[in-house]
């Protein structure tokens, strides 16, 4: 279960260091493009219902295998964390 | 022994739903009214459908009831096994082994009392570790020492080897037996260290628990039967309920013993009713079935605080193993005629 948590975070590191790296060489104006800002934030959230997803997903094709649930519940629990990512995208039209 | 990932939602998940498709409180009130070939009807008609229709031609009665729970709990926990991986695997398989040590022990009392293979192998229950290509192989064996060459390579090797000198020299099983238990119980808590919080910590307690339980049942035997043995002799390292020197000294002061164990912070309030009932009434039976309750509740309460750890596992494997005696114990008590109220004390109901 946290064997996945290190690569998300060494991910948003080497992410973090591009950043910064790119404030060094522009004098002025802000360290990072507004869209760029918002696929960042799009990216990690999307990451994140990733990972939520991976557990809900192996729980409900265990409930499956055991026809305690339909596949349709299934199929919705699973992607619920997805709507992490919808809010996400609104930091794009913002 | 698998090297992948953990796998505790998918577990966790089957295990829930077959939880819920065990027999209710109210089933056990409805097969108390029942005859042993009732009881064999309704569970043909619920969980136990397969077992039932493959054995009914070779067994009827209690015996179909009985091979046909034993057949189906080996279903179920070699499951559990098949779909366990990395850490998980390897907290169930621990427990589990203790149907290995069972299996192990009836072989070797089988060859010991020259039993066919055919009639041992109906008594084992196949839902330990070693794979059934193994279970086989012991039964196709004639000698203990061969017994002891097949298991190779499994944790009770060594310590029945050892054991085996002492058994020729005496003849008598129990130094194989014990060697067999004490390889179990030490491998339960091995290398698991200490930890403090979270539900590594509760899988360590619960192991404890049962090594407590373990200690506590052999000291209450010894203490009331009078029996001249060393106690130190039986006691397993691990527990905290007793050290080494206080099980030498309880064994003998029945009352004092009691009082040990209530006075125990962990265990004492969780069993009060128990002890009461133990020290006026002389019902170890009673006694027991109040421990096996309070690890069930307790495993249940886990299993809700921490939802996806090995907890839920547990406690359906307590519940299922629960489920088990308990519709034996029903259809031995029909068989040899108690009353209804005489059965329902014999059964570990919430």
Redesign the interface.
């Known amino acids: 279960?946290i064997?996945t948590l290190p690569d998300v975070a060494l991910a948003a590191n080497s992410m973090a260091e591009s950043v910064v790296l790119q404030a060094e060489d522009g004098a002025s104006g802000p360290a990072i493009e507004q869209g760029a800002a918002a696929a960042i934030g799009i990216g990690l959230a999307a990451i994140g219902a990733g990972y939520a997803e991976r557990?809900?997903g192996?729980?409900?094709?265990?409930?499956l295998?055991?026809?305690?649930i339909s596949a349709g519940i299934g199929i919705l629990l699973t992607v619920l964390p997805e709507t992490l990512v919808i809010f996400a995208l609104v930091a794009l039209f913002v | 022994m698998s090297s992948s990932a953990s796998n505790p939602e998918y577990v966790n998940a089957r295990v829930r739903s077959r939880r819920n498709a065990l027999f209710s409180d109210e089933d056990y009130r409805k097969l108390i009214r029942m005859g042993p070939s009732e009881i064999a009807r309704f569970m043909e008609e619920h969980e136990y459908e397969e077992e039932i229709n493959r054995l009914g031609a070779r067994f009827s009665g209690v015996d179909l009831i009985e091979y046909s729970l034993n057949r189906n709990l080996a279903k179920h926990f070699d499951d559990l096994l098949e779909w366990a991986d990395g850490r998980v695997y390897d907290q169930i398989a621990r427990y589990l082994r203790k149907f290995d040590v069972w299996n192990v022990k009836t072989i070797i009392r089988g060859i010991y009392t020259d039993t066919p293979s055919e009639e041992i192998g109906t008594d084992l229950i196949r839902a330990g570790e070693l794979p059934d290509r193994t279970v086989d192989r012991l039964l196709e064996v004639e000698t203990i020492e061969d017994v002891i060459e097949v298991l190779e390579g499994t944790l009770f090797y060594e310590p029945l080897d050892s054991a085996y000198e002492h058994y020729e020299e005496t003849g008598a099983l129990v130094p194989l037996e014990n060697a067999l238990d004490r390889a179990f119980y030490e491998n339960l808590l091995g290398d698991l260290g200490r930890p403090t919080e979270g539900p590594e910590a509760m899988y360590v307690e619960f192991l404890q628990a049962e090594i407590d339980f373990r200690n506590a049942r052999n000291a209450l035997r010894l203490a009331r039967s009078g029996a001249d043995l060393d106690p130190a002799e039986f006691y397993i390292e691990g527990g905290v309920l007793f050290d080494r020197s206080e099980l030498s000294r309880l064994v003998s002061d029945y009352d004092a013993l009691v009082d040990h164990i209530a006075d125990d912070p962990r265990y004492g309030d969780r069993l009060d009713a128990a002890l009461a009932r133990l020290r006026e009434a002389d019902s170890l039976i009673a006694f027991e079935h109040a421990v096996d309750a309070a690890l069930l509740e307790y495993s249940d309460r886990l299993s809700s605080v921490y939802p996806v750890s090995v907890s839920a596992v547990f406690s359906y494997i307590l519940a299922k193993e629960r489920e088990v005696e308990n519709i034996r114990a029903i259809a031995r008590g029909r068989e040899v005629g108690l009353s209804e109220e005489e059965i329902e004390e014999e059964l570990v109901i919430l």
């Open positions: 279960m064997e557990g809900i192996a729980a409900v094709v265990g409930a295998a055991e026809d305690s």
